[in-house]
């Protein structure tokens, strides 16, 4: 067995409804046709969804048997018709799922990290719970996703500070006059420019001078990605950058643009059907919006493509990718 590490690529954003499952499912999907061992893993423990739009009524099982049945990690992987692409779903009979406690939650991160992949997308559900952030936290590359509305926006930055004022706290636990600081995890407009990273550094100066080189190390790695969704005319674009600024200025973080997913009904049918938009309409607006993002990712030209039913792939790795026009 390979013994490189899985790249795990958690998404999450701030609000619900802005389309994290679908176009996580269609990302996982993508990446899949592109030839990577995906696993795609319902991270929603609230209101699982994710099985639905994969095709998938009723998942048998779910990693919730890890504590219950002491199952395996790779018996918990759901086949789902696509050869390279694995579900583990969260579904579950447990209407308390939706808090699980740090102890589980420290254990399905090992389990994550033990499975056999190339690639494990993991689709957050809302809000900023230390569950959430933490299992984003998993990876200092993970997407989050807004669409261009401004309360989205505003959520997702918030999201974003969420995450990175949680990496702080934890790795400068020793500071616990900062958990008050940095446990701010519903903060509103008014703060933007109170609670910002140049005001948590002022404040961890007062106690501890020295460890703002280990804060400033922190938000350096910090490199998060962000995919607009849902958008409708050039203005919209704008959010994403809007966002971009908003994340520089104020948290001193560099969030990496990596495209745009426009509004499209090819989307909405696609749910209502259980297919992915990828392979239902490999060639649509939104198909061609993830499949540069896809591209982006895995520095490739992906290019899928329909014919009597069958699904196409091209592929072509982008050798000197800094020189794209
Ligand atoms: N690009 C889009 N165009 C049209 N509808 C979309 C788009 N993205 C998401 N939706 C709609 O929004 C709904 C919610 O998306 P979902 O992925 O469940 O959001 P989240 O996981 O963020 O709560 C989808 O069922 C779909 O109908
Ligand atoms: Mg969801």
């Known amino acids: 067995m390979a013994s490189s590490t899985v790249n795990i690529i958690p998404v999450g954003g701030g609000k619900g409804g802005i389309g994290k499952s679908v176009i996580s499912t269609n990302l996982a999907l993508g990446i899949a046709l592109s030839g990577q061992k995906v696993v795609l893993m319902d991270g929603d423990f609230g209101s699982s969804n994710l099985h639905a739009l994969l095709g998938i009524s009723h998942p048998l099982y779910g990693f919730q048997d890890l504590f219950i049945n002491k199952k395996s990690p790779d018996s918990l992987l759901i086949e789902t018709g696509i050869s390279n692409l694995k579900f583990i779903s969260s579904a579950g009979d447990n209407p308390g799922s939706a808090n699980i406690d740090s102890e589980r939650v420290k254990k399905v991160i090992s389990f994550i990290k033990k499975l056999n992949a190339d690639t494990v997308i993991l689709d957050l559900g809302p809000g900023t719970s230390f569950n959430v952030l ?139 059907d259980m297919v992915p938009f990828l392979i239902k309409n490999p060639q649509s607006k939104p198909s061609e919006n993830l499949q540069q993002i896809i591209g982006t990712l895995t520095n490739t030209d992906l290019h899928l493509v329909k014919e009597d039913g069958r699904i196409f792939v091209s592929k072509q790795v982008r050798l000197n990718s800094g020189w794209d026009a």
Do not use: C
């Open 134 to 272: 933490d299992f984003f936290n998993m990876s200092s590359k993970g997407i989050v996703m807004s669409s261009p509305e401004t309360t989205s926006v505003m959520k997702t930055f918030s999201f974003v500070r969420s995450a990175l004022f949680r990496r702080i706290s934890r790795q400068l636990k020793n500071l616990s006059a900062l958990q008050k600081l940095v446990d701010h995890s519903k903060p509103t407009n008014a703060d933007l420019e109170t609670y910002t990273v140049a005001t948590l550094k002022d404040n961890i100066k007062k106690i501890d001078k020295t460890q703002i080189e280990k804060v400033d190390e922190i938000i350096n790695e910090f490199k998060p990605a962000i995919i607009l969704n849902r958008v409708r005319n050039k203005k919209d674009l704008l959010a994403g950058n809007n966002l971009v600024n908003l994340v520089k200025k104020y948290l001193e973080v560099d969030l990496n643009y990596i495209g745009y997913i426009v509004e499209s009904d090819r989307v909405r049918e696609s749910v209502e």
